[in-house]
């Protein structure tokens, strides 16, 4: 290859490189097939992983338990290694898939239309205000909720940045969206409103309060929901929102360090043309043969940018096969039984830990999996105590909310047994006994420079 391009050494092909921006790989000696998968299992080994640790961290990032099945399917060489749906004649089976996946995806949001997918949750917070923004032209403003994902606001923030759109937080009030703040806020101006439900406390709104409000001013109403929760909630379709997102991690996708994940998004038909993405549709050939083929593609790709509907490129394609398999296998009343596990379970580590004296519940409305406990020492003591005894304890509120340095957002899913819940609650009061002492052997062994 050297010699192709006329060089004789890798030093001269990266000689324009200044040597203090040069990495040298500094690889070792070759090993041999068993030498090699001893040297990555010890590395492997060196992360933290949810077979070892019993983690209650939530937030976007959902441990559920996935059919062997899922794995086996997705697996499969036709799934795994196809890539692209540009040649209908010779993606059929590719472009099916999306098609059941989006077809899911309304049954399951109450919605007319879904695309085939986008990167994230939060990607498609910010591609449901995009749309609004297109398909009510002449209003400017956003409004969402500081109880929707914080990390979803900020990529909110990042897709509008050069944009002339004002986005306007709304308040919480008791870990729910406050509704008198939204009535004080929202205007002719105001192309959308963006609730989360369950919020990112865990909380459970009232969605048909907002949708009233939204649609008297005009504006289209965005609920950003966990699909797992619409197992015993109420579908955006059934209080009437104008566009459904959300994550799809917790479909059948495992946790794995933070991605790669999916976004689902789902619209009334009236907002079709204004998607993102791409979208499967089903046809007939001459022959009156079913057929499968990409529609409305109002991607840059596709068309000339100032008529694109966004600029997504590329499709979750595998995560939303996944998606599309635990689906059809769990079924309704599998989802229904998961997300009853769900709810159930979480509460009865809600009510074990409210019992822990100093420990309080910080909200008091219902919540789904999910749910946000004030404790009366620092976190980071609580913390360094539990991963000691190998328990993810869950997310520490005060990186997002400077009000809540004390707050602990903890997540329970169908994966824990009655043991792990009280093993978690007894280990709980421990650290608060053993982190609220002045003085003492064990205290300062389990917290030392915490």
Not at 177 to 184: E, M, P, Q, V
Not at 437 to 446: A, D, L, Q
Request: glycine residues 8%; contains cysteine; proline residues 5%.
């Amino acid at each position: 290859m050297l010699k192709a391009i006329g060089i004789d050494s890798i030093e001269k092909l990266v000689a324009d490189i200044p040597p203090g921006l040069r990495h040298d790989l500094n690889l070792p000696h070759p090993m041999s097939e068993l030498e090699l998968l001893k040297e990555l299992r010890g590395t492997a080994g060196l992360n933290a992983d949810l077979d070892e640790y019993a983690s209650y961290l939530g937030a976007g990032a959902y441990e559920h338990f996935i059919p062997s099945a899922v794995s086996h399917i997705v697996g499969r060489s036709e799934f795994y290694t196809a890539y692209t749906p540009y040649q209908p004649e010779a993606s059929q089976g590719t472009l099916q898939a999306i098609y059941e996946y989006q077809s899911l995806i309304c049954q399951l949001t109450g919605m007319d239309v879904a695309n085939a997918s986008l990167y994230d949750g939060a990607s498609g917070v910010a591609e449901a205000a995009l749309l609004a923004l297109n398909a009510l032209e002449g209003r400017s403003e956003v409004l969402v909720s500081e109880a929707v994902h914080p990390e979803y606001r900020q990529v909110l923030k990042t897709y509008l940045a050069n944009r002339r759109v004002v986005i306007r937080e709304i308040s919480c009030a008791d870990g729910l969206t406050d509704l008198k703040a939204l009535k004080g806020k929202i205007s002719d101006k105001t192309a959308c409103v963006i609730v989360q439900n369950p919020n990112f406390f865990g909380s459970v709104e009232e969605m048909t309060a907002f949708e009233t409000v939204v649609h008297a001013s005009g504006a289209l109403f965005i609920a950003v929901v966990n699909p797992i929760s619409l197992g015993i909630l109420k579908s955006p379709g059934e209080y009437n929102a104008d566009v459904a997102v959300g994550e799809g991690q917790p479909l059948g996708n495992p946790v794995s360090f933070g991605g790669p994940y999916l976004g689902f998004l789902a619209v009334k038909d009236q907002y079709k043309r204004k998607m993102p993405g791409r979208i499967v549709g089903v046809t007939q050939d001459k022959n009156g043969r079913t057929g499968y083929v990409l529609t409305l593609q109002a991607r840059e790709q596709h068309i000339r940018r100032e008529k694109a509907t966004s600029n997504i490129c590329s499709n979750e394609a595998l995560n939303a096969l996944t998606a599309c398999v635990y689906l059809s296998l769990l079924g309704k009343s599998g989802m229904r039984e998961a997300a009853a596990l769900n709810l159930a379970k979480s509460h009865y580590l809600h009510e074990k830990i409210a019992a822990i004296p100093g420990c309080k519940p910080a909200f008091k409305g219902p919540f789904f999996n999910e749910f946000v406990v004030d404790l009366p020492v620092p976190l980071k003591k609580i913390t360094r105590y539990l991963v000691k005894n190998k328990v993810i304890g869950g997310l520490a509120l005060g990186k997002y909310y400077t009000s809540m340095k004390n707050s602990l957002l903890i997540c329970v899913t169908e994966t824990k047994s009655r043991e792990d819940l009280d093993r978690y609650a007894e280990l709980l009061a421990e650290a608060v006994g053993f982190a609220g002492k002045e003085k003492g052997p064990v205290c300062e062994e389990v917290i030392k420079d915490a």
